[in-house]
């Protein structure tokens, strides 16, 4: 008689959270991770996936997308996006602000086989539209009602998301009084803030970074852009090594404009590696450069991460950031039963930045399948 729902056979198993990096069996139960070991018979289990020759990996984790389709510009649907390239678990970095919260979460969050978690934008509108700055006025940072939603949705709302740019998004008049705004619900509310930081209405990143406390997250760490990590001279910051040593986290935030080889192999090159990868998968990024979150990984194992170390930050890392390293990000009996079987191809790859610059890899990480909730996933016929 079967004791587990689903057995996966055969793979070689890489747990950052766990240090494990062997060849393992890992047998779902109850939507669950139920047994981990070297040889578990498939006799046990009602239905077994095989994994020989893939890495098996906990379900990757990615902090920085925008999911809220049919209602912002940057929307996209988040299972063939995302949850289809190993990617179990997201966080929609602020498409959704106060006045738009309670239609993404009935109708994407609730609908959707991804486990998704939102940063609230401190603008109430959220992103609706590129012809429309969700801060050139000063009106729609409301911090009071962004407070209320937070407590209608708690159980969702993971932090504050501002962005800085200026002109498109922030009018001059408003400078950095949304990332003032942005600071006071994160406190009240004993929440992290999620900073876009790119050609933000301020003199350098400094000025920015002087706000962020622990826990906080400054995403786009290696656009090309003004207000960017390195200073004139093609340093890293001291304000962004003195943020690290706080607490602040970095992550990439790829897309399709903030991620650039040169800005990020001189910061690689004098020791400072993001604290996560994220894709910032949106409408304008999912079909280049940007792609999936294993092109993102991909990426930085050209730049010199081992496997391991590129794969905790998509997993450990970033389920430590959220607050829900042991339910997610790992597949340590008990956890919750997400899982992505993953192909290191070898070739040569064409990987391009944000502005156009190619490297050539000689390794990519695909994803062969994904297991949700310990069931393997099946997209629909829409998808």
Not at 66 to 77: D, K
Not at 81 to 110: M, N, P, Q, W
Not at 243 to 267: K, L
Request: a negative charge.
């Amino acid at each position: 008689m079967a004791i587990y729902d689903l057995l996966v056979k055969g793979g070689t198993l890489i747990d950052p959270a766990q240090g494990i990096h062997a060849p393992r069996d890992i047998a779902f139960a109850g939507g669950l991770v139920a047994a981990v070991a070297a040889d578990i018979p498939t006799s046990q289990a009602a239905g077994v996936v095989y994994a020989d020759g893939l890495f098996v990996t906990p379900g990757m984790i990615d902090l920085h997308v925008h999911v809220f389709e049919g209602a912002s510009h940057l929307g996209i649907p988040p299972d063939p996006t995302c949850l289809a390239h190993g990617v179990t678990t997201v966080v929609d970095a602020g498409s959704a602000g106060a006045d738009t919260f309670e239609g993404f979460r009935k109708y994407v969050i609730e609908v959707s086989a991804t486990r998704i978690y939102a940063q609230l934008n401190i603008s109430s509108q959220g992103m609706l539209s590129p012809i429309i700055g969700e801060l050139d006025d000063l009106k729609w940072a409301n911090v009071s009602r962004a407070l209320q939603t937070i407590e209608r949705h708690k159980d969702l709302i993971l932090g504050i998301k501002v962005r800085l740019t200026r002109d498109s998004i922030v009018g001059e008049a408003a400078g950095l009084t949304p990332l003032y705004r942005a600071r006071e619900a994160a406190d009240a509310t004993a929440l992290p803030i999620m900073v876009h930081p790119t050609d933000a209405w301020c003199a350098s990143l400094d000025d920015v970074l002087a706000v962020m406390k622990p826990r906080d997250i400054l995403t786009h760490t290696y656009h090309g852009h003004r207000t960017g990590i390195l200073d004139e001279d093609g340093h890293v910051r001291r304000a962004a090594w003195e943020a690290r040593a706080r607490g602040v986290i970095f992550d990439v935030g790829h897309v399709a404009g903030s991620f650039n080889w040169q800005v990020c192999e001189a910061a690689l090159a004098q020791g400072f590696p993001p604290s996560t990868l994220s894709s910032d998968l949106h409408a304008f990024s999912v079909r280049g450069p940007s792609f999936d979150l294993p092109t993102t990984v991909s990426k930085f194992l050209h730049l010199g991460l081992s496997l391991d170390d590129a794969l905790a930050k998509v997993t450990a890392a970033p389920a430590q950031v959220i607050g829900m390293a042991g339910r997610i990000g790992t597949l340590a009996v008990g956890a919750w039963g997400d899982a992505a079987l993953l192909a290191l191809e070898e070739g040569d790859f064409a990987l391009v930045d944000c502005h156009g610059a190619v490297r050539h890899a000689r390794q990519r990480l695909v994803t062969r399948n994904v297991i949700r909730g310990g069931h393997v996933y099946a997209p629909g016929p829409a998808e």
